[in-house]
C-alpha cells in the first residue's frame, strides 16, 4: 500500500517560519534593551524575574549600575506609535505588578540597595526612561 503525501499549494507560506509570535517580538525588544542598557555599563542582575503564583507580577530585567543601584526595567515594544505608542501601554495595573515583583525580590536580599523603575522602549530606535515611575 502506498501513501501519498499531501502537496501544499505552490506559493503557499510556511506558517512555522514565516509566523513570527508576540513571545518572540517581546524576546528581541529584551535582547536589544538589555544589549542596550549593557552598553550604557549596567549589569544583568536577572532576566524575567516573576513572582510565585497567580496575580503576581514580573520585571523584565533586573540590572545593576555601577554605583550598586538596583534597576527593575520594564520593556516596552511597539511596531508603530499609533495609540501613544510604546510609553502609554504601562498602565496604573501595569506599574503595581512591576512594584509589587521587585518587593517580592527586595525580601530575599539580606540588605536592599537603593532601587529605581526604568523603562526602555523599542520601536524605530531605543529610548531610555530613567526613573520613569516610584513604587507609590
Known sequence: MKFLAKRKPAGAPEAAAAKTTTRDRGNAAEDQALAYLQAQGL?????????????????????????????????RARASSAFGGAAASISATKRQRIVFAARHYLLRLPSP????????????????????????
Open 113 to 136: 540597595p537603593p532601587c529605581r523603575f526604568d523603562v526602555v522602549l523599542v520601536e524605530e530606535s531605543v529610548q531610555w526612561l530613567r526613573a520613569a515611575f516610584d513604587a507609590q
Open 43 to 75: 549589569q544583568l542582575v536577572v532576566r524575567n524575574y516573576r513572582t510565585p503564583g497567580r496575580g503576581g507580577g514580573e520585571i523584565d530585567l533586573v540590572m545593576r549600575e555601577r554605583d550598586g543601584t538596583l534597576v527593575f526595567v520594564e520593556v
